[in-house]
């Protein structure tokens, strides 16, 4: 039974690594597309260039035959569906029509060099020679380009996922698991470890052979279904995608491999067989007791902090779709990001920017929302303050007809105290002191309208908005807190050209960058499907992990205490009475779990309560399963 288990703790293992190798390889294919055979990609910026716009495609095509870099420019695709692309290659032809893509992107579309007649030179190119970087990197340097590069590495590819707690958690989850089944493994062969050893067999022998089965246990399932994911990447998505995946999916599964090696050598060396203990009659499973309680402590606390938010994830990927839906709207809006030297640069910055913000205006070009939390200002934490303009409300509207906003009366009293002296420090010098809240028009927009966080620029669909608009934002607000909100992705500006443009009139340095605003957002939206999965993965590792030491808690527990409950049970003492007594200490070790996990997780307290409940259930069950069968084994004479 021991080996089933084993067997199937490394599928599950190697399932998560597979999983995790899924969301990487379609993040890399998005940044590095695979059907290019693109190495790295660079960003040119010609803001502070000499070259003449008319040439600067030009310059860079000559450049890039003469070195053999290999660029493709990549543009958005107008023609073709949402998200789609267009790759240029500027010397010479790639060898097909169209760029499959591994996820839910649509196909690229191939064109010739002519498709660049029209297109801005400035914006992202696919390498495909990555010996070029440094003969790139001063070409661009000798013409005052500013060049952004990124290297098709390991650790590029899994920046998305460092910032994904759930990667930390599948990880952890993970790990105990394979602690759990390396316990469990030395647990059931620990006795005839000893008598192996009574035997005449040398310990690093019994080790060895212990280990080398584990490993071939563990090992051979969680590698035949790697070599099934390259057999479905290939036949589902296609064969040139199949190397990267199986690789990063061999990453994944060899770090937990490792963390497990690790665990079964320090287990073998723990439990190494004894001829002493064996003479002095000490249970070898008297050395487990310990790691096998923490191990279960361990898993327990996980699983408690990681429910809630599991189902919090599970709550926002519903909406997942309509956020992509409504980024997709916003794909041709861009953020401005302020990179500047010193403050004296920013300073220097902000009269500029506010001409952008009214050429902008003036032509019907810039959004802006604001959404500040509600329990700042005197409402519940399910509902927002915004600060919002028509453009905005147009752009919401075109994804959502139906949306509406109602007029109020005035603001609330309490949004309008708390309010009112952040407003005078925003609109200082552009509104007198006191007057701000007073030219503010106050609506009220029908349930998850979406609004964008202050000072994030995510993506929020509230309960409750208090909505406030006073006209042009460049006429209600200071520099200051234009340049703030638009760093933040607050303010949005249509078309990336243009805006560049813009700030190119305007003089505003190298350091002002444009940023499409919709890229992150997609890929937060898409992405959180894989979350949802890899959140529900990781709770049911830890649930394995746990259910694995709670059962080999309680074996061990009943086979040191075999005596003393043979006694009581032949006096007519209960199994239940026995596992309800064994059981008290875990109880009190969960629902301290239980109250940590409330504090910490208030907007889902119900779920650690309700996890720990079941816990707490189910713990005297498995004590009492364990009491019973080391009875009936003691009465056969097999403990």
Not at 180 to 195: D, I, K, N
Not at 250 to 269: E, I, Q, Y
Not at 293 to 318: F, K, Q
Request: aromatic share 6%; proline share 5%; with cysteine.
């Amino acid at each position: 039974m021991y080996r089933v288990v084993t067997a199937v703790a490394g599928v599950l293992v190697a399932i998560l690594a597979c999983l995790m190798a899924w969301m990487v390889t379609d993040l890399h294919d998005r940044t590095f597309p695979v059907a290019v055979g693109a190495s790295d990609r660079v960003r040119l910026d010609f803001a502070q260039s000499q070259i003449a716009e008319k040439d600067q495609v030009r310059q860079v095509t000559e450049a890039d035959a003469a070195g053999g870099w290999g660029l493709v420019r990549v543009l958005p695709d107008p023609e073709g569906e949402r998200g789609a692309q267009v790759f240029v290659p500027l010397n010479g032809d790639l060898p097909l029509d169209a760029v499959p893509t591994f996820g839910s992107q649509p196909d690229g579309r191939v064109a010739g060099p002519n498709h660049l007649a029209n297109s801005p030179s400035g914006g992202e190119y696919l390498v495909q020679n990555g010996d070029a970087r440094a003969e790139v990197l001063a070409w661009a340097q000798s013409r005052g380009i500013h060049v952004v590069w990124s290297d098709d590495t390991v650790a590029q590819n899994l920046q998305y996922l460092w910032r994904q707690p759930t990667f930390l958690t599948v990880c952890v989850a993970l790990s105990l698991l394979a602690a759990a089944v390396v316990l469990l493994w030395f647990a059931v062969r620990s006795r005839g470890r000893g008598l192996r050893v009574l035997a005449g067999a040398s310990t690093a022998r019994v080790n060895r052979e212990d280990l080398a089965r584990l490993a071939l246990w563990s090992v051979l399932p969680g590698a035949l279904a790697i070599v099934l994911l390259g057999v479905v990447v290939a036949v589902t998505k296609g064969a040139q995608f199949a190397p990267y995946a199986v690789g990063m999916a061999c990453v994944f599964w060899g770090v937990v491999m490792v963390a497990m090696a690790v665990a079964a050598a320090l287990t073998a060396g723990l439990t190494r067989p004894d001829p002493g203990r064996i003479a002095r009659r000490e249970h070898p499973l008297a050395l487990l007791r310990r790691p096998a309680t923490l191990l279960m402590a361990s898993s327990l606390v996980l699983v408690m902090l990681t429910l809630p938010g599991a189902v919090t994830t599970l709550r926002h990927a519903e909406s997942a779709a309509d956020q992509q839906a409504f980024w997709y709207q916003l794909e041709d809006e861009v953020r401005v990001r302020f990179a500047v030297g010193g403050e004296g640069d920013f300073q220097d910055a902000m009269p500029a920017f506010g001409r952008v913000v009214a050429d902008a205006e003036a032509d019907g070009e810039a959004a802006m929302s604001y959404a500040l939390p509600g329990e700042e200002y005197g409402l519940d934490e399910h509902s927002r303050v915004e600060l919002a303009n028509d453009r905005w409300r147009d752009l919401v509207r075109a994804n959502d007809p139906s949306a509406a906003w109602s007029e109020e009366a005035g603001i609330p009293a309490s949004v309008e105290r708390r309010l009112e002296p952040d407003l005078d420090l925003w609109t200082d010098g552009a509104v007198p002191p006191g007057e701000a809240t007073g030219r503010f028009a106050v609506t009220s927009p029908s349930g998850g309208v979406p609004v964008l966080e202050a000072g994030s620029g995510d993506l929020e669909h509230p309960d409750r908005v208090v909505s406030l608009e006073a006209g042009p934002v460049s006429e209600t607000y200071n520099a200051n807190f234009l340049i703030s909100v638009a760093s933040s992705g607050n303010l949005l500006f249509h078309d990336v050209d243009t805006t560049g443009q813009r700030l190119r009139d305007a003089g505003l340095p190298a350091g002002v960058q444009v940023i499409r605003v919709a890229e992150d957002g997609i890929l937060r939206a898409e992405m959180s499907r894989y979350l949802v999965v890899l959140n529900l993965a990781a709770v049911a590792a830890l649930g394995a992990a746990l259910l694995i030491s709670s059962a080999l808690s309680a074996v061990i527990a009943a086979l040191l205490a075999a005596r003393r409950d043979h006694v009581l049970q032949v006096r007519g003492r209960s199994p239940w009475a026995i596992a309800l007594a064994r059981s008290l200490p875990g109880w009190v070790v969960t629902a301290g779990v239980i109250g940590v996990a409330v504090l910490l997780n208030r907007e889902a307290w119900l779920v650690p309560v309700i996890a720990g409940a079941v816990c707490a259930a189910l713990l005297p069950l498995v004590h009492h399963r364990a009491v019973a069968w080391v009875f009936s084994r003691s009465l056969q004479r097999a403990v």
